[in-house]
T-cell receptor, first 112, second 113 residues
Framework: DAKTTQPTSMDCAEGRAANLPCNHSTISGNEYVYWYRQIHSQGPQYIIHGLKNNETNEMASLIITEDRKSSTLILPHATLRDTAVYYCIVRVLLNAGNMLTFGGGTRLMVKP | KAGVTQTPRYLIKTRGQQVTLSCSPI?????VSWYQQTPGQGLQFLFE???????NKGNFPGRFSGRQFSNSRSEMNVSTLELGDSALYLC????????????FGEGSRLTVL
């Protein structure tokens, strides 16, 4: 499995952009980068995913480096409700299965 | 559109008992996977079912088992409960296409006394 490395915690001021980095230097060519977040005591919530190109949706943007060894999740205007643990995951494709390997994640604290 | 539904949300058992947790996936989703979350080990993959067949299995003892029904609903069972089985058990469903996202339920919180 390709492993990911994320900072344990980060702070961000409300209204500012939150940039969450992730290293995945052993990622394979057919592996996607996924981001999920988990707000306290809730199930993880899908945010975004990508393979090679940068992606944007209503929640966030995902920037993947050209060598695909790292990525950054950007929350453009963080709010207090974005306080959560953010997981960067490289999806393992096993017989077209759906298995996610979660690391420790980054605990993002958005402060007023 | 209804999300992933897990029941029960909370339950308390004693050591040696068994427990069955239920998961109803989003309508049309055929893949259901289960995860265990504990403070010490984080989120760990248990197993995945697709079309009533177990497709992938994580590194858990045989006391942990599951099944999927023809309507894609899934159950997991833990027999001979141990204190260390206390955890949040999460179910996720997916369309099962390459690159598709998983949708998680709110989880079933099991406490073993």
């Amino acid at each position: 499995d390709a492993k990911t490395t994320q900072p344990t915690s980060m702070d961000c001021a409300e209204g500012r952009a939150a940039n969450l980095p992730c290293n995945h230097s052993t990622i394979s060519g057919n592996e996607y980068v996924y981001w999920y977040r988990q707000i306290h005591s809730q199930g993880p919530q899908y945010i975004i995913h990508g393979l090679k190109n940068n992606e944007t949706n209503e929640m966030a943007s995902l920037i993947i480096t050209e060598d695909r060894k790292s990525s950054t999740l950007i929350l453009p205007h963080a709010t207090l409700r974005d306080t959560a643990v953010y997981y960067c995951i490289v999806r393992v494709l096993l017989n077209a299965g759906n298995m996610l390997t979660f690391g420790g994640g980054t605990r993002l604290m958005v402060k007023p | 559109k209804a999300g992933v539904t897990q029941t029960p949300r909370y339950l308390i058992k004693t050591r040696g008992q068994q427990v069955t947790l239920s998961c109803s996936p989003i309508s049309g989703h055929r893949s259901v996977s289960w995860y265990q979350q504990t403070p010490g080990q984080g989120l760990q993959f248990l197993f995945e079912y697709f079309s009533e067949t177990q497709r992938n299995k994580g590194n858990f003892p045989g006391r942990f088992s599951g099944r999927q029904f023809s309507n894609s609903r899934s159950e997991m069972n833990v027999s001979t409960l141990e204190l260390g089985d206390s955890a949040l058990y999460l179910c996720a469903s997916s369309w099962d296409r390459e690159g598709g996202e998983l949708f998680f339920g709110e989880g079933s919180r099991l406490t073993v006394l």
